[in-house]
């Protein structure tokens, strides 16, 4: 394993949540931890948070489905933290609305947020990784992507396409030393469906947990990359799971 101390990375999504417990994961290891998410004030206060703690964090307020504001991230990035060597894609909302009910603007909204803005990320990260002779792409899927929910079309359908990102983006950069990794999280306490997913009880994932797991996957080798992974619960059924 090598050390990530001093290493930059953006974690997108990350104003609460798995991306906030990514960011904080990240930032204990000495990472410089870039906290990009649309509210300023919730990333305001993991940055306290991360500070008090003697980590570096540098707050870039974005809407990641919004190309302006993607590339301003990155550029900012560069200029303030000189370099990136890891992009974690955790941007995502869900959706529990039957097939035939779904709009046609709920669907793009869910396609927007959770496939367009990675693909939007990966493309600036893959443009400062090649200039600077490499680096890793992390993208947040879901269990969805491997045994969907019923009435989630939207939702799986774009943790499906994560997958398919995922393959070409480390197809196309290996040349390059670019390496992308699909992180599949079963039921994980998060803000992804309030109400829900941050009441869980039992039989969950924490998201220092899978922050944890990021800190190992960017800490290996330069030349080994986890491709696909699936962490779940023990006792949360996976196959056929209703």
Not at 201 to 222: F, N, T
Request: glycine share 10%; proline share 4%.
């Amino acid at each position: 394993m090598e050390s990530i101390k001093g290493k930059v990375a953006i974690v997108t999504g990350a104003s609460s949540g798995i991306g906030r417990g990514i960011a904080a994961e990240l930032a204990r290891e000495g990472v410089i931890t870039v906290l990009a998410a649309r509210s300023a004030d919730k990333l305001a206060g993991l940055a306290d948070e991360i500070v008090r703690e003697g980590g570096e964090a540098i707050v870039l307020p974005t809407d990641v489905t919004r190309e302006d504001e993607v590339l301003t991230l990155f550029q900012e990035t560069e200029r303030r933290a000189g370099r990136l060597d890891l992009l974690v894609n955790n941007a995502g909302i869900a959706d529990a609305t039957p097939t035939d009910e779904l709009e046609l603007s709920r669907w793009r909204e869910i396609i927007d947020v959770n496939l367009t803005s990675a693909f939007l990320c990966s493309r600036e990260a893959i443009r400062l990784m090649k200039r600077a002779g490499g680096g890793r792409i992390i993208n947040i899927g879901s269990l969805s992507a491997k045994s969907p929910r019923p009435h989630s079309v939207a939702y799986t359908a774009s943790k499906f396409a994560v997958e398919g990102l995922t393959r070409s983006i480390a197809l196309d950069g290996r040349e390059h030393n670019i390496t992308a990794s699909a992180l599949h999280p079963g039921q994980t306490l998060s803000s992804l469906v309030p109400g829900v997913t941050d009441q869980l009880g039992s039989d969950r994932i924490e998201p220092a947990d899978l922050g944890r797991l990021i800190v190992y996957m960017a800490s290996l080798p330069a030349d080994i990359a986890v491709l696909d992974t699936t962490i779940i619960p023990v006792r949360v059924p996976f196959l056929g799971r209703g």
